[in-house]
């Protein structure tokens, strides 16, 4: 779920120098990570108090064509709740730091917030892997635990691999993702059983198509950069 | 259709247009391209020219190392091998949907790079079709032959397929602008409410390019020409 095209725009936006100080400055923001990130905060840091706020974030993540028809889950102390049904198919959840990949520096995050409006496809098949990782988050296991349980649960088939057509709508101006890129930019994301990312031409300079490759869910995630927020307002593109 | 946004498939692809758009203007359309005009328009006779255009439906980063094709008198001929599995070209009028207007357009130039997977199970559509239209048959054979083509001959759906269109050159459409920067997602026929697709300010469309052939064509509009300068998004 970690975002933003970050690599190729410090590659395409300027000189050595700048590259340079930017690479020094962002070794120093993962280590100020890795050092405030180590544990599980106190879990009311993940959660957020205003119910109606959460459901607002989460409605965000998609244009409010798709959005306000959609199912709503909220983040409550034992696990998603729905706070709003749907009628279109699409899910909107804002979900917290444990969906970014095991290695990222701010996995532990409490401060991340990141909507996302699931498709139907997405929601049979990438649901589940939500509700799963926040049920090992909020149940205390650490992450060899949380990493050890996601990958018996794929071995076993116990969560689904991406259905074709499976994506999401990330266009939320608020969503938050980290020290590192901030709110990113607006994108779709969408997921495929594990995929070589060489045949795709994912972050090749000038593309707006970014990968991730995660482990140990057997999942690629595409995630292809659009210039406007859900709103309809234009994103930065610096 | 009032405020409505229409959406006109053209060329492998594309496009939007017309905001309120009479009915007037599209009986125009509708009578402008009734037949196959002479072959030497759709051809472009610097080859050269070709394969730059070709080349500019891609980030550099990519078409660079692509395979290309060029349209000769007989179909596609690959005039640069490439190095990264990625094959470009410009498409024709024909590869639009077949009740759309400008099919026979001969102005259309429509520059797409497939990526791997899409060349392996998008890019025998675009031989197949040029064949049938370069070997002088009727819409109406064409359509036959492409229904039988789909149902015997037509490899799986790769996964994941997409293709590139972020040329700023090309020609799409008669209409508005003429063209737009997309990715074009390549999928098992699905309803388009599946996507969120053509929904106010939504950056995905549904074309009806393939839809004869079995498969959606998702296009996902980038903000963003392949040379990285922004393009206009008109949604």
């Known amino acids: ?238 | 259709m009032g405020q409505t946004l229409r959406i006109f498939a053209l060329a492998g692809s594309v496009l939007v247009v017309a905001l309120g758009a009479t009915s007037q203007m599209r009986a125009q359309s509708k009578t402008s391209y009734p037949s196959m005009a002479a072959l030497d328009q759709y051809l472009m006779p610097d080859r050269n020219a070709e394969i730059a255009l070709a080349r500019t439906a891609a980030p550099d980063s990519i078409s660079r190392d692509a395979k290309i094709l060029v349209l000769g008198s007989h179909g596609y001929e690959t005039a640069v091998e490439g190095k990264n599995g990625f094959v470009c070209a410009v498409e024709r009028g024909w590869m639009a949907p077949f009740d759309n207007p400008e099919f026979w357009n001969p102005k259309i130039r429509g520059p797409l790079c497939f990526t791997p997977p899409a060349a392996r199970s998008i890019l025998p559509m675009t031989y197949k079709r040029t064949e049938m239209v370069l070997a002088g048959q009727s819409k109406d054979q064409i359509m036959e032959g492409i229904a039988a083509f789909a149902k015997k001959e037509l490899p799986p759906l790769a996964p994941g397929a997409f293709t590139y269109m972020m040329s700023k050159e090309a020609y799409l459409t008669d209409r508005g602008d003429h063209n737009i920067a997309h990715l074009m997602f390549y999928t098992p026929v699905m309803d388009g409410a599946v996507w969120g697709a053509d929904l106010p300010k939504s950056p995905v469309m549904l074309n009806p390019q393939f839809a004869l052939e079995g498969i959606d064509v998702f296009m996902v509009l980038t903000g963003m020409w392949s040379d990285g300068t922004l393009a206009p998004v008109n949604n």
């Open chain 1, 1 to 238: 779920m970690e975002m933003s095209r970050e690599k190729a725009k410090n590659l395409a936006s300027g000189g050595f120098v700048l590259v340079v100080v930017l690479a020094a400055a962002w070794q120093v923001q993962a280590q100020d990570a890795n050092a405030l990130y180590t544990s599980m905060a106190p879990l009311d840091q993940y959660l957020m108090a205003d119910r109606n706020a959460e459901i607002a974030l989460a409605r965000s993540a998609a244009p409010d064509s798709i959005s306000r028809d959609a199912e709503v889950l909220v983040l409550a102390r034992h696990g998603y709740e729905t706070a709003v049904k749907g009628k279109n198919g699409f899910v909107c959840v804002v979900e917290r730091s444990w969906m970014a990949p095991f290695d990222d520096p701010e996995f532990l995050n409490p401060d991340q917030r990141a909507p996302l409006c699931l498709n139907p496809p997405a929601v049979r098949t990438h649901l589940p892997l939500t509700f799963k990782t926040t049920e090992l988050a909020m149940a205390g296991q650490s992450k060899t635990q949380m990493f050890d349980s996601i990958k018996a649960a794929y071995d076993k088939k116990e969560l689904p691999l991406p259905e074709p057509g499976a994506m999401c709508y990330m266009m939320s101006k608020q969503q938050y993702f980290s020290r590192k890129v901030g709110n990113a930019d607006p994108h779709l994301m969408f997921w495929f059983p594990q995929k070589d990312h060489l045949s795709w031409g994912a972050e090749f300079a000038g593309s707006p198509v970014d990968i991730h490759q995660y482990s140990p869910q057997p999942i690629t995630e595409f995630d292809i950069s659009v210039s406007k927020w859900s709103d309809g307002t234009a994103a930065p593109t610096d």
